[in-house]
């Protein structure tokens, strides 16, 4: 099914047109991925709702601010859409075009292997986006979850780690030749990230030893910034060096290491 991605660009002419057509083939390919959708779209979601219906989880938290722990975890279902994308998907989709020989096939078309990458980055982008949009209306639509009270901060937060994930997923890709290598490098990244966006511990609830450590890490930075935007306050430039930085360094090792074939 995938091999029709090089068909489809030999038929369009114009590089920006086999672009357009590289973008429409992946999405309409990714549509027909239900565990790739289910895995970013809904099971996010679906773990924060489960939690939610904990009695104890819905009760304002003195130690908290008087915040409940629901209200954590819709952030936390944000970052676990942008984790799965990142290092679970697109890395081994990556990894296996360039395993079947695709992208060698797309040099000898009007499309790049270049508008492969892009296209691979808007469709996971896009579903993450959605995934965000599921997580905020169903956790204000079933526990009350008050909406992000600056939501310009809360968006550049939203935006900017997902950035990252997406950086993270092309450094996996990069130095991944097969898609066994990359399933392999993505489950050892896997645990430790949704570990530091506050998974299984809150970061605001962690020691505060391991709090700070958290908080140098892309998605422990991010957990942060997605709090303090939402509880309405400013953005933490501190947090926001952190994860652009993040971004530069894993988006700089992509482009070195990445190869075609």
């Known amino acids: 099914m995938r091999s029709r991605l090089v068909e489809t660009s030999q038929t369009d002419g114009p590089k920006s047109s086999a672009l357009l057509a590289v973008l429409r083939t992946e999405a309409r390919l990714f549509t027909r991925e239900p565990g790739a959708m289910f895995w970013i779209l809904v099971f996010p979601t ?10 104890a ?20 279902a944000i970052l676990v859409a942008m984790i799965v994308a990142g290092i679970q998907t697109m890395p081994a989709v990556l990894a296996s075009y360039r ?30 986006l959605a995934s965000v949009v599921l997580a905020l209306l169903v956790g204000r639509i079933a526990f009350a979850v008050e909406f992000p009270a600056r939501p310009w901060g809360y968006g550049l937060a939203v935006l900017v780690t997902l950035a990252a994930a997406l950086s993270l997923g092309a450094m996996l890709a990069a130095v991944s030749p097969s898609v066994r290598i990359a ?9 430790p990230m949704l570990f530091c966006a506050g998974v299984w511990l809150p970061v605001q609830t962690m020691p505060e030893l391991l709090q700070r450590i958290v908080e140098l890490t892309p998605f422990g930075a991010a957990a942060q910034l997605l ?35």
Do not use: C, K, N
């Open 57 to 76: 989880f819905r009760e304002p938290d003195p130690g908290l601010g008087g915040l409940r722990v629901i209200d954590l975890y819709v952030p936390v």
């Open 183 to 191: 399933q392999t490098l993505g489950t050892i990244v896997f645990f």
């Open 99 to 128: 395993e079947r020989g695709i992208l060698r096939r797309l040099a000898v078309t009007p499309a790049r292997p270049a508008d492969l990458l892009i296209a691979q980055i808007v469709t996971h982008a896009v579903t993450v």
């Open 46 to 55: 679906l773990i924060m709702s489960i939690l939610g219906l904990i009695p």
């Open 227 to 261: 709090d303090q935007t939402a509880a309405g306050g400013g953005l933490d430039l501190g947090g926001m060096a952190i994860v652009i930085g993040w971004t530069v360094v894993l988006s700089g090792i992509a482009i070195r290491w990445f190869r075609w074939q």
